[in-house]
């Protein structure tokens, strides 16, 4: 009587498939600068100027601050961020700046030099990004996300978590 190969298969796609579920993440996530979902080249510039102001966190830009900063990081433990992350990893570096209150509705978009998570806080609640593109082996960005803001009075939380380095280099623009 001959014996099925099926079971065996089937138990070798079981152990292998966790394997292949990291490397399909990463493929999802695109390598190198034009597998961005939108073009970064701008930003990009921007994250990479000399001389980019640095500040502190806990900072507040006023609607005239540059577009582009150096935001100084802490331990994540030492952060004293004022809202929870929306996804906390208790690792790393972390930081916040508060924002001028959006004068009109708009999207903002929030581009990155490195890997963080990245919470934005309008009246007291946290927003869902409405578009994200993540890139590795760029020299450009390393990740961009899309808020969309409404006008009114109350500034703005922009939280970073999770960083590697106790530095990140962040462009604020309006996205179309």
Known sequence: ???????LLILGFALVQPLLLPAAAAAAEGSGCAAAAWPLEAEGARLQAAGLPRLASGATLAADSPTAFALALVPAGEAGLPTPPERASGAGFAGFVRLAPPRQDGVL????????????????????????????????????VRFSLKAGDAPVLLQVSGAAADTLRLALTAAP
């Open 109 to 144: 978009q929030i581009t990155l030099d490195q890997g963080a998570w990245i919470d934005l806080v309008q009246d007291g609640k946290p927003l869902k990004p409405t578009a994200f593109t993540g890139v590795r082996d760029c020299p450009l960005a390393r990740k961009s």
């Open 1 to 7: 009587m001959r014996r099925s190969r099926l079971p």
